[in-house]
């Protein structure tokens, strides 16, 4: 038998998962339908199994095994991959989709359960309270091994939905201890470790921790605390409610009961429908999005997330409104934003932006140029909070370019000065996040049309640097998207949410845009060429 020195250690990403309430089933149900429960448990584990593999096996290189145990009213799935002493510089992005894996993992595993058309969608009809699942994430050390003709061997690539290996290493035993203080949660359920924080917040994966659940778990010498999984931000949509709005109508049905338990579901669900709306770009899909994110306004105890959903889903819908319908879906946008800056900081991110597709729709100059200079002032007081938020200095680059061009049909002759500062605030931004360099070139192009505006349009050069900076600015897009799809296996065409992820934060800076807008606007610089 091997010994523990010559055991190879691995990092473990920890999922357990557990049915609460079993006992008291098994008691009060006859043995026909508990039986059934505990079918639908299983076979909603498999499922989310099944899907993790899938996406795990694109990340082979890096992941050593991802294995689940399923059985009785219990769910274990344990990930491993390499120490980080071991990884390569480029595996940063990987190591970024094995975390958001396993928390779609258990948001998903938690949706289905809670949507489940066996046991709880009865419940749902009659405003019942429904059957729950806790669900823990820990992060750890196991040393795994697979037991063959009575010798251990080292696991080195394995995928299974059967126990085949023994997972040695108290993170096991921690892992079930975080399920357990799970039970505690007002949310949705999901207990995460300090360890699973930290590695979340080490990565920059968008997730906020909730009150603390347990601080000392028993059995623990050196224990450490355990979290609720308040919101996330990481996952943008979900499978299980991107298919329509039968499911989302349930959701709304179940606010009456208990709208603070479920709002996490319930807010995946409206950006799972402003997604499909945006790349269909559907006006009655918009509407329902708008619709549904009415609801939770006047019932929830902090709504600011979910005004900020409706602005989102009103600003894009703008983009397939007439004209006056277009402005005033950009104007009541505006008016959520602002509510929901008041706890959302990245919200004034959206907000600036608002106001600088306003000053687009406005037929006055003077209006132009104060909604723009609004949006500066936005962008500034928001950088002088968050120095290290990138995003911000690439937003007030293309606010700086569109001022000075407005400015110079004012006789204004600031404009050369605004272009510096916004090649300054590029060139920051890069510093700070050099990864959607696609964004940077195209912003570039924009301060380059600015200045050759300044100069009355005449010189050549300026137009070829226009046409160089797009044409390259595509190049890397296409790089982008291409590895997105080849990481995630899908076929859309989306720009890497992770690529906007900041490690040593939690919070989203900003949520990448759709391919097609920035192609378009790209495609108008060189037409006005």
């Given at each position: 038998?091997?010994t523990?020195?010559?055991m190879?250690?691995?990092?473990?990403?920890?999922l357990?998962?557990?049915?609460v309430?079993?006992?008291?089933?098994?008691?009060?149900?006859?043995?026909k339908?508990?039986?059934?429960?505990l079918?639908?448990?299983?076979?909603?584990?498999?499922e989310?199994?099944?899907?993790?593999?899938n996406?795990?096996?694109?990340?082979?290189?890096?992941?050593?095994?991802?294995?689940?145990d399923?059985?009785?009213?219990?769910?274990?799935i344990?990930?491993?991959f390499?120490?980080?002493d071991?990884?390569?510089?480029?595996?940063?992005?990987?190591i970024?989709?094995?975390?958001?894996?396993m928390?779609e993992?258990?948001?998903?595993?938690?949706?289905?359960?809670?949507?489940?058309?066996?046991?709880?969608r009865p419940?749902?009809?009659?405003?019942?309270?429904p059957?729950?699942?806790?669900i823990?994430?820990h992060?750890?050390?196991?040393?795994?091994?697979?037991?063959?003709?009575?010798?251990?061997?080292?696991v080195?690539?394995?995928?299974?939905?059967?126990p085949?290996?023994?997972?040695?290493?108290?993170?096991?035993?921690?892992?079930?201890?975080?399920?357990?203080?799970?039970?505690?949660?007002k949310?949705?359920?999901?207990?995460i470790?300090?360890?699973?924080?930290?590695l979340c917040?080490?990565?920059?994966v968008?997730?906020?921790?909730?009150?603390?659940l347990?601080?000392?778990?028993?059995?623990?010498?050196?224990?450490?605390?355990?979290?609720?999984?308040?919101?996330?931000?990481a996952?943008?949509?979900?499978?299980?409610?991107s298919g329509?709005?039968?499911?989302i109508s349930?959701?709304?049905?179940a606010?009456?009961?208990?709208?603070?338990?479920?709002?996490?579901?319930?807010?995946l669900?409206?950006?799972?429908?402003?997604?499909?709306?945006?790349?269909?770009?559907?006006?009655?899909?918009?509407?329902?999005a708008?619709?549904?994110?009415?609801?939770p306004?006047?019932?929830l105890d902090?709504?600011?997330?979910?005004?900020w959903?409706?602005?989102?889903a009103?600003?894009?819908?703008a983009s397939?409104?007439?004209?006056?319908?277009?402005?005033?879906?950009i104007?009541t946008?505006?008016?959520?934003?602002?509510?929901a800056?008041?706890?959302?900081?990245?919200?004034?991110?959206?907000?600036?932006?608002?106001?600088?597709?306003r000053s687009?729709?406005?037929?006055?100059?003077?209006?132009?140029i104060?909604?723009?200079?609004h949006?500066?002032?936005?962008l500034?007081?928001?950088?002088?909070k968050?120095?290290?938020?990138?995003?911000a200095y690439?937003?007030?680059?293309?606010?700086?370019?569109?001022l000075c061009?407005?400015l110079?049909?004012?006789?204004?002759?600031?404009g050369?000065?605004?272009?510096?500062?916004?090649?300054?605030?590029?060139?920051?931004?890069?510093?700070?996040?050099?990864q959607?360099?696609?964004?940077?070139?195209?912003?570039?192009?924009?301060?380059?049309?600015a200045?050759?505006?300044?100069?009355?349009?005449?010189?050549?050069?300026?137009r070829?640097?226009?046409?160089?900076?797009t044409?390259?600015?595509?190049?890397?897009?296409?790089?982008?998207?291409?590895?997105?799809?080849?990481?995630?296996?899908i076929?859309?065409?989306?720009?890497?949410?992770?690529?906007?992820?900041?490690?040593?934060?939690?919070?989203p800076?900003?949520?990448?845009?759709?391919?097609?807008?920035?192609?378009?606007?790209?495609?108008?610089?060189?037409?006005?060429?």
């Amino acid at each position: 038998m091997a010994t523990k020195t010559e055991m190879k250690q691995f990092n473990a990403i920890i999922l357990f998962a557990d049915l609460v309430s079993s006992s008291r089933m098994s008691d009060v149900l006859n043995p026909k339908d508990y039986l059934d429960v505990l079918k639908a448990f299983q076979d909603t584990g498999h499922e989310i199994l099944a899907q993790l593999s899938n996406k795990l096996r694109r990340l082979e290189g890096i992941v050593r095994f991802c294995e689940g145990d399923i059985r009785g009213e219990e769910i274990q799935i344990v990930v491993g991959f390499d120490e980080f002493d071991n990884l390569l510089p480029d595996s940063v992005n990987k190591i970024r989709l094995i975390i958001l894996s396993m928390i779609e993992s258990a948001l998903e595993l938690s949706v289905n359960w809670f949507l489940s058309p066996v046991v709880n969608r009865p419940k749902h009809v009659e405003l019942a309270a429904p059957s729950r699942i806790g669900i823990g994430l820990h992060f750890g050390k196991v040393y795994p091994f697979k037991v063959k003709q009575g010798k251990w061997q080292q696991v080195e690539w394995l995928i299974s939905s059967k126990p085949k290996s023994l997972h040695l290493g108290s993170s096991i035993n921690f892992g079930k201890r975080v399920e357990s203080a799970s039970r505690l949660s007002k949310g949705i359920g999901i207990a995460i470790s300090q360890s699973f924080y930290t590695l979340c917040v080490e990565y920059g994966v968008p997730v906020v921790c909730g009150e603390k659940l347990e601080s000392s778990p028993k059995g623990f010498e050196y224990p450490q605390p355990v979290f609720d999984l308040r919101q996330q931000y990481a996952m943008l949509t979900s499978p299980s409610l991107s298919g329509g709005l039968g499911k989302i109508s349930l959701l709304h049905e179940a606010l009456y009961h208990d709208p603070n338990r479920i709002q996490t579901y319930y807010s995946l669900a409206i950006e799972s429908l402003i997604d499909v709306a945006s790349f269909s770009k559907n006006r009655e899909w918009f509407d329902q999005a708008v619709k549904y994110s009415q609801y939770p306004l006047g019932v929830l105890d902090n709504p600011e997330y979910f005004h900020w959903l409706m602005a989102i889903a009103l600003y894009r819908r703008a983009s397939t409104q007439s004209a006056d319908a277009k402005r005033q879906d950009i104007e009541t946008s505006i008016l959520h934003y602002e509510r929901a800056s008041q706890k959302i900081a990245w919200a004034y991110l959206d907000l600036a932006a608002a106001y600088w597709t306003r000053s687009g729709l406005e037929t006055i100059p003077l209006k132009k140029i104060e909604d723009l200079k609004h949006a500066q002032e936005l962008l500034s007081g928001l950088i002088q909070k968050d120095p290290l938020l990138f995003h911000a200095y690439n937003v007030r680059a293309l606010v700086s370019a569109e001022l000075c061009k407005q400015l110079q049909i004012q006789g204004n002759n600031d404009g050369e000065k605004l272009l510096e500062h916004a090649l300054v605030d590029i060139s920051t931004a890069r510093r700070l996040n050099s990864q959607p360099e696609y964004m940077y070139l195209g912003t570039e192009a924009t301060i380059e049309k600015a200045r050759s505006k300044l100069n009355n349009g005449n010189s050549t050069q300026a137009r070829e640097r226009v046409l160089n900076l797009t044409g390259a600015a595509e190049i890397e897009l296409r790089k982008a998207i291409g590895e997105n799809q080849r990481l995630r296996g899908i076929a859309e065409e989306k720009i890497p949410d992770y690529h906007f992820w900041r490690p040593g934060y939690t919070d989203p800076p900003y949520h990448p845009p759709r391919p097609i807008s920035l192609t378009n606007a790209w495609a108008r610089l060189r037409e006005e060429n």
